[in-house]
């Protein structure tokens, strides 16, 4: 059974059809980078799978669970990194944290996370409430937020974008961690081409609310290889056809 099954999605803003009949699957284990231009859809899609917006067709299960039928059930699958701009910004970091803590179900805030926020730098300012962030350190605390209770699917929405470099490589080698582990499958939408190549073990290609393309590992492979032949040449390639 796949850990995500997305068929048919279909969304549109008004009189803008921004999803157009979108199928995605990805299994167990998988890294899967979502590429494309700007305006291609792929902050809604990202949205589509945990339910904050609505479908005008299509069905998506998690797990299995049907996201219309269960919610409960298939929201508890996904994590969904936190939008900065969308952080309570009178609550502390911690603060912030022990709520969705809550909500999930746990007791208190996990170690793991806790860790992760160490290795982020963002311990020193947890007890400091979230108006004072810079977008770098609202942008590691909606990871954290995305990443509290071990989800088995990880939604990320250009996660690096504030990141200063140290921040970007640890988190980098973590979310590879996490996949070699076969703890998470990850779902990161990006336009950061050279870490859709390195990391992922799969690439979509969205364009027009349409899934254009897809790269298998083994032709992720095979331009790793070989640099004259780059993810951007045939991305490029691929939307013009």
């Known amino acids: 059974m796949p850990l995500l099954r997305a068929t048919d999605l279909r969304v549109a803003y008004g009189d803008t059809q921004v999803l157009d009949g979108v199928d995605l699957e990805i299994g167990r284990g998988e890294f899967v980078a979502l590429i494309g231009p700007n305006g291609a859809g792929k902050t809604t899609l990202l949205r589509a799978i945990v339910g904050l917006v609505s479908l005008m067709g299509g069905v998506v299960k998690l797990a299995g669970h049907d996201l219309a039928a269960t919610p409960r059930a298939a929201k508890a699958v996904a994590g969904f990194a936190i939008d900065p701009a969308s952080l309570p910004a009178l609550l502390t970091g911690r603060e912030s944290l ?51 209770g071990d989800p088995p699917l990880l939604l990320l929405d250009e996660p690096f974008n504030g990141l200063d470099p140290r921040s970007a490589l640890a988190f980098k080698a973590h979310l590879a ?3 070699a582990r076969g703890d998470t499958s990850v779902l990161l939408a990006t336009h950061s081409l050279d870490v859709a190549e390195r990391y992922a073990s799969s690439i979509v290609l969205l364009l027009e609310g349409q899934v254009r393309r897809i790269w298998r590992s083994d032709e992720i492979t095979a331009l790793r290889e070989h640099p004259e032949r780059s993810l951007e040449q045939a991305m490029a390639e691929a939307c013009g056809n």
Request: no cysteine; glycine share 12%.
């Open 177 to 179: 961690a996490m996949v």
């Open 98 to 148: 022990a709520l969705v803590a809550g909500a999930r179900g746990l007791a208190a805030i996990p170690p793991p996370t806790l860790a992760l926020g160490e290795t982020l730098s963002l311990t020193p300012v947890l007890d400091r409430r979230i108006d004072s962030y810079s977008l770098g350190m609202r942008q590691k605390l909606g990871i954290l937020l995305g990443l509290l």
